[in-house]
């Protein structure tokens, strides 16, 4: 067992769930309660951000917990790390597929002047559940390593 690898999977996995739980217990709601041009203005630069650097952290943790549910193979705990591979592929299929196009939309607000309440309110929903697949990653994660 690599515990460097484990290490790894743990960091990238319980920080990612950091940030969108903190994305959707503050941010989200605080922004929810802005004037229509602050709220445009925040929600659409937070999408451009994030939505440069979210996609690689994505792929790379599936990656690393890919990896690990294979070279985990035949220990005790290989059924978790398949799990949390699998939970993780789930994420990364909802996030492409329903995630991404609405966050697509929301940053493009500031220069189109399109504004929709409604769009931010589902991809809040979606985000939401998202936020507690990642969980669950990070929970059955911590539990195969120790």
């Known amino acids: 067992m690599d515990h460097?690898?484990?290490a790894l999977?743990?960091?990238l996995t319980g920080?990612?769930?950091g940030v969108e739980l903190a994305a959707a217990a503050f941010?989200?709601?605080i922004t929810r309660k802005l004037p229509d041009d602050a709220f445009r203005a925040a929600r659409g630069r937070a999408a451009r951000t994030l939505g440069t650097l979210m996609p690689f952290w994505y792929a790379v943790t599936l990656l690393v917990l890919g990896s690990l549910a294979i070279?985990?193979?035949g220990e005790s705990r290989d059924w978790l790390f398949g799990i949390a591979a699998g939970l993780m592929a789930v994420i990364v299929l909802m996030t492409?597929?329903?995630l991404v196009p609405l966050s697509n939309r929301i940053a493009k607000w500031p220069a189109t002047g399109e504004h929709s309440r409604e769009v931010a309110a589902r991809f809040d929903r979606l985000?939401?559940?998202r936020t507690a697949l990642l969980v669950a990653v990070f929970t059955v994660l911590a539990i195969a390593v120790t």
Do not use: G, I, S, Y
Request: charged residues 20%; proline residues 5%; negative net charge.
């Open 4 to 6: 460097n690898m484990d």
């Open 9 to 11: 999977a743990v960091v």
């Open 15 to 17: 920080l990612m769930a």
């Open 27 to 29: 941010f989200n709601p």
């Open 71 to 73: 070279e985990e193979r």
């Open 96 to 98: 492409v597929t329903l």
């Open 127 to 129: 985000h939401q559940l």
